[in-house]
T-cell receptor, first 113, second 114 residues
């Protein structure tokens, strides 16, 4: 079946690293994504990783994939107040316009001064 | 270059009514997908339109229908509205000619059913 699970809340101190975790069930998932949603806004694609990769780094973002355990994480280095948002883990069988995207329920990241 | 646009921004309806939401894809995109995001939940896939036909559908009743026009814009129609249809409706567009393309999301239409 298709299911994506992630914790609901995360609170970190400004300047620390944030780590948001996610598990998924569909072993055929080819692409895994992290989206960011700020209040009143649509979804912004932050980054994605192919299922044949273990890690992807993009500036302050690091994505780790453990395909055996179907576990995905997003690390945000030097977390800033502008990083406050809801982060969605998502997966799809194909990274293409032909594929639906399955989302988790989102992790709300709050930043402490 | 305008991104994905949706109208209206907000909408209030009563139970039993019908509603139409509109989406204009990003320039150069030919595929439109619709998602429903209930409060506190992640988006759920409703359906996708390509070449004016429904190509893929999620687990939504027939009350949810759509249309795609020759200019690639799209409408989402919901009949016999229920309180549970209150949600943020997101439209996403993409280009079919690039298999590695992603879907770009619009800001959404907030539908409230009273």
């Amino acid at each position: 079946g298709e299911d994506v699970e992630q914790s609901l809340f995360l609170s970190v101190r400004e300047g620390d690293s944030s780590v948001i975790n996610c598990t998924y069930t569909d072993s055929s998932s080819t692409y895994l994504y992290w989206y960011k949603q700020e209040p009143g806004a649509g979804l912004q694609l932050l980054t994605y990783i192919f299922s044949n990769m273990d890690m992807k780094q993009d500036q302050r973002l690091t994505v780790l994939l453990n395909k055996k355990d179907k576990h995905l994480s997003l690390r945000i280095a030097d977390t800033q107040t502008g990083d406050s948002a809801i982060y969605f883990c998502a997966e799809s069988p194909f990274y293409s316009s032909a594929s639906k995207i399955i989302f988790g329920s989102g992790t709300r990241l709050s930043i402490r001064p | 270059d305008a991104g994905v646009t949706q109208s209206p921004t907000h909408l209030i309806k009563t139970r039993g009514q019908q509603v139409t939401l509109r989406c204009s894809p990003k320039s150069g995109h030919d595929t439109v997908s619709w998602y429903q995001q209930a409060l506190g939940q992640g988006p759920q896939f409703i359906f996708q339109y390509y070449e004016e036909e429904e190509r893929q559908r999620g687990n939504f009743p027939d009350r949810f229908s759509g249309h795609q026009f020759p200019n690639y814009s799209s409408e989402l129609n919901v009949n016999a509205l229920l309180l549970g249809d209150s949600a943020l409706y997101l439209c996403a567009s993409s280009f079919s000619g690039r298999s590695t393309d992603t879907q770009y999301f619009g800001p959404g239409t907030r539908l409230t059913v009273l």
